[in-house]
C-alpha cells in the first residue's frame, strides 16, 4: 500500500483494509454503483493490473474483475441505485446509503476485528456514513489497493449493465458513454427526448422534460361524401 500522507491511514496496524468507491454518480442515466472489497493489508495483484479504473483501459478493467471476483474471489459487496430511487431521495443520499451499505455488509464479513476502512473521496463529509473508524481519502483509489479494486468492481458491474441498456435503448448509444454527458448523448437527447432511464432530477433531464411540448390533440377531420340515389 502506497503512503497516503494521511497518518491514521499510514501508521495504521490493522491487519485488513476495507475499500469502497462509486461510478455513475455523476451520469445522466442508469444507476450508481458502489463497490467494497476486504483485503488482508498486504495484498498485491502479481498478475493484472489493479488501479483507479479511470485510468485503465477497458481490457485491463475486465481482466482485473475477471480475476478477483470470479476466478479467485475476495471479499466485496455491491450496491447498485437506480435511478428512479436516485430521483426520489438525490443522487447525494443515495451515494451515502450505497457506501454504507456495502461497507456494513463488509464489517460483518472480514475475519478479524478493528479493520482499516477506507473511502474514496467524502473527506469532510464522511462521517455522514455512520460508520465508525471510517477514513475518507481523496484519490483512494489510486492509493489503497482496496479502494483500487472496489473502483474496478463497480465501474465494469455498471458499464455491463450500461451495454444491456445500449441494446434496449440503441438510439442512445449506451455502450459507448455510459450513461454520461458527452456530446454524443446530449445529442440523442436533442432528437430524442429522454428514455426510462434517465435520472429526471438532474438538471439538463429535467429541463429538455420541461422543454418538451406536450403532443397535439388529434384534430377532426371532415370530409365531403355523396349519396348515390
Known amino acids: 500500500m502506497k503512503s497516503t500522507?494521511?497518518?491514521?491511514?499510514?501508521?495504521?496496524?490493522?491487519?485488513?483494509?476495507?475499500?469502497s468507491d462509486e461510478a455513475g454518480l455523476g451520469a445522466y442515466a442508469?444507476?450508481?454503483?458502489?463497490?467494497?472489497?476486504?483485503?488482508?493489508?498486504?495484498?498485491?495483484?502479481?498478475?493484472?493490473?489493479?488501479?483507479?479504473?479511470?485510468?485503465?483501459?477497458?481490457?485491463?478493467?475486465?481482466?482485473?474483475?475477471?480475476?478477483?471476483?470470479?476466478?479467485?474471489?475476495?471479499?466485496?459487496?455491491?450496491?447498485?441505485?437506480g435511478h428512479e430511487e436516485i430521483?426520489?431521495?438525490?443522487?447525494?443520499?443515495a451515494?451515502?446509503?450505497?457506501h454504507r451499505t456495502v461497507l456494513t455488509k463488509l464489517l460483518d464479513l472480514v475475519p478479524c476485528p478493528d479493520p482499516l476502512i477506507v473511502v474514496d473521496g467524502f473527506k469532510s463529509h464522511v462521517h455522514q456514513l455512520g460508520v465508525t473508524g471510517a477514513i475518507g481519502l481523496p484519490k483512494a483509489d489510486s492509493l489503497i489497493p482496496a479502494v483500487s479494486l472496489a473502483s474496478i468492481i463497480a465501474k465494469v458491474s455498471r458499464d455491463t449493465l450500461m451495454k444491456e441498456y445500449g441494446l434496449q435503448y440503441p438510439q442512445y448509444n449506451f455502450q459507448k458513454h455510459k450513461g454520461y454527458g458527452t456530446t454524443d448523448h446530449q445529442a440523442a437527447l436533442d432528437l430524442h427526448g429522454v428514455c426510462p432511464i434517465h435520472?429526471?432530477?438532474y438538471g439538463p433531464i429535467a429541463k429538455l422534460i420541461k422543454q418538451a411540448k406536450p403532443p397535439e390533440e388529434p384534430q377532426e377531420s371532415w370530409g365531403s361524401f355523396l349519396i348515390d340515389d
Open 5 to 19: 500522507g494521511n497518518p491514521l491511514i499510514d501508521n495504521s496496524t490493522a491487519k485488513w483494509v476495507i475499500g
Open 30 to 81: 442508469g444507476p450508481l454503483a458502489v463497490a467494497g472489497t476486504a483485503l488482508p493489508r498486504g495484498w498485491s495483484s502479481p498478475d493484472v493490473v489493479v488501479n483507479d479504473s479511470k485510468e485503465m483501459p477497458e481490457a485491463q478493467r475486465e481482466a482485473a474483475f475477471r480475476k478477483w471476483t470470479i476466478e479467485s474471489p475476495v471479499l466485496f459487496v455491491l450496491c447498485m441505485i
Open 87 to 93: 430521483d426520489q431521495m438525490g443522487v447525494q443520499k
Open 95 to 98: 451515494l451515502v446509503k450505497a
Open 199 to 201: 435520472r429526471r432530477s
